[in-house]
Nanobody, 121 residues
Framework: QVRLVESGGGLVQAGGSLRLSCAASGSIFSINAMGWYRQAPGKQRDVVAT???????HYADSVKGRFTISRDNAKNTLYLQMNTLKPEDTAVYYCNGELKATPAGRYRDYWGQGTQVTVSS
């Protein structure tokens, strides 16, 4: 059973910082691309940042220069460093990963349960 568990969310004032973590656990043979998504109340879930297995990154225009995605492959952990936070960054942040459990298996998509980030003005 593969699980993705996010942590690090909370309440912060505008201009502040938070660091989100996403730990993958269970039967894991390999992890391909991973990413962070967010969903504000009444809105669709949107991509924030993604990172390939090789380390190439992509960011939504709204977070470029403020957020940094990274991963520690030895720990099966994904990170999102969020600086200069704005009220419009308020959302539930979800971790996503493409994982396979066995060498012969295929990659499947997994989601974490989400962590709330609230930025006050």
């Amino acid at each position: 059973q593969v699980r993705l568990v996010e942590s690090g969310g909370g309440l912060v004032q505008a201009g502040g910082s938070l660091r989100l973590s996403c730990a993958a656990s269970g039967s894991i043979f390999s992890i391909n691309a991973m990413g962070w998504y967010r969903q504000a109340p009444g809105k669709q879930r949107d991509v924030v940042a993604t990172i390939t297995g090789a380390g190439s990154t992509h960011y939504a225009d709204s977070v470029k220069g403020r957020f940094t995605i990274s991963r520690d492959n030895a720990k099966n952990t994904l990170y999102l460093q969020m600086n200069t936070l704005k009220p419009e960054d308020t959302a539930v942040y979800y971790c996503n990963g493409e994982l396979k459990a066995t060498p012969a298996g295929r990659y499947r998509d997994y989601w974490g349960q989400g962590t709330q980030v609230t930025v006050s003005s």
